[in-house]
């Protein structure tokens, strides 16, 4: 959007009308408009858009762990034992070296708190172990949301309160010779804008 | 183009004989840059200018700024560049340079200023100041261009914009004033 800020022209001070008058005879008239001069600088004034979005960092918060429960399992096979993060159900392989007797598995939660705006979330490790001091379990196969999203997805909060949660699902694999007790572990999760 | 219009108004010129001699110089039409005459010998030497129309190509737009509630800045250069301090930019960030495109005379040199040194950007109640306005000529000084032989040249625009400490997050739009002038 412009507009003149000066839209008449001035004359100078040379812009004056000179009108002389000779006479000869009956009499003839010439007028003479001497240095009509008409310069002026015309500045143009204009508004123009700013922007800005100011959006706050991401948050993550762990609500729930994930949890394999109580396993007996058998020395001489290998096994596993999946939590779904979409049903929050643990199975195990066909194998029987694996069977849920107890505790309270169920997939872990974590809650995202950010902006309208897509955030990429990821596992930090693609495999954590677990250990009871002197063993160790492996954890892998970290699922977000439902076995098809994997270990790295993008979402966007909610616009109502800007978070979202999500179910956290693995998969625990044991050894042949495999000791008891009770393995803990952890594995970070990342969460960026995109 | 605009063009500018000029009245001369009628001359009574009365001869010593007593005979009167009307010259009217009616409505002259001036065009720019161009010697205009008219008749009844008249002599004129106009020089005029086509008014320099300023429009926005890109807003000034600071991207999608991240904060974790402290106070920062973000400084867009007249490139783009961003510099950040206390805050983040979004990695698919939108931020640039304000681009304004000036038309006017070909080859002509044009003054360009802020009207103001800082303005505010607001999201409903809430504002932040945006200062350090840089045409090209460095942060708060005018700056002279020079029309292209197309009769246009575009000038980008660089500024700061301050965030508060605690500053509510939301959008936030403003606007900048400068005024462009011939030398």
């Known amino acids: 959007?412009?507009?003149?800020?000066?839209?008449n022209m001035k004359k100078s001070s040379s812009g004056r009308v000179a009108a002389r008058m000779a006479k000869t005879g009956i009499g003839a008239v010439m007028v003479t408009?001497?240095?009509?001069?008409?310069?002026?600088a015309i500045a143009a004034t204009a508004t123009m858009p700013?922007?800005?979005?100011?959006?706050?960092?991401v948050e993550i918060t762990v609500n729930t762990s994930l949890d394999f429960g109580?396993?007996?399992?058998?020395?001489?096979?290998a096994g596993m034992a999946v939590v779904d993060p979409a049903?929050?159900?643990?199975?195990t392989d066909s194998s029987n070296s694996l069977i849920p007797v107890g505790g309270r598995p169920r997939a872990g939660q974590v809650t995202i708190r950010g902006s309208d705006l897509p955030v990429q979330v990821s596992m930090e490790q693609p495999e954590v172990h677990l250990t009871n001091g002197q063993d160790f379990v492996t954890v892998a196969d970290f699922k977000f949301l439902n076995h098809a999203a994997g270990s790295r997805i993008t979402i966007t909060p909610d616009l109502?309160?800007?978070?979202?949660?999500?179910?956290?699902?693995?998969?625990?694999?044991?050894r042949v010779g495999q000791t008891s007790g009770t393995y803990t572990g952890n594995n970070r999760v990342f969460a960026n804008y995109q | 183009m605009?063009?500018?219009?000029?009245?001369?108004?009628?001359?009574k010129l009365t001869t010593t004989a007593g005979a009167a001699i009307v010259v009217s110089l009616s409505v002259m039409t001036i065009t720019p840059a161009r010697a205009v005459s008219s008749s009844g010998n008249a002599e004129a030497d106009i020089v005029s200018l086509t008014v320099p129309a300023l429009?926005?190509?890109?807003?000034?737009?600071?991207?999608?700024?991240?904060?974790?509630?402290?106070?920062?800045?973000?400084?867009i250069s007249t490139a783009g560049v961003p510099t950040l301090a206390g805050v983040s930019h979004t990695p698919s960030s939108s931020h640039h340079q304000g681009i304004i495109e000036i038309v006017g005379d070909p080859g002509r040199p044009v003054d360009i200023s802020m009207v103001a040194p800082s303005y505010p950007v607001n999201n409903g109640a809430f504002t932040m100041n945006v200062n350090n306005f840089d045409l090209g000529g460095g942060p708060n000084n005018a700056h002279t261009v020079t029309v292209g032989g197309a009769g246009t040249i575009d000038v980008n625009v660089g500024a700061t914009l301050n965030v508060g400490a605690g500053q509510q997050i939301g959008t936030y739009t403003g606007s900048y004033t400068l005024n462009a002038d011939y030398q």
């Open chain 1, 1 to 7: 959007m412009t507009s003149p800020s000066d839209p």
């Open chain 1, 33 to 40: 408009l001497s240095s009509v001069a008409m310069v002026k």
């Open chain 1, 50 to 57: 700013i922007l800005a979005k100011l959006i706050r960092s």
């Open chain 1, 70 to 77: 109580t396993l007996a399992f058998t020395r001489d096979n």
């Open chain 1, 87 to 91: 049903s929050n159900v643990l199975t």
């Open chain 1, 160 to 174: 109502t309160d800007l978070t979202i949660t999500l179910p956290v699902g693995a998969t625990l694999k044991t």
């Open chain 2, 2 to 11: 605009k063009h500018l219009r000029s009245s001369i108004k009628t001359s």
């Open chain 2, 55 to 75: 429009s926005e190509i890109d807003p000034l737009d600071f991207g999608e700024i991240v904060t974790g509630g402290g106070p920062g800045t973000v400084a």
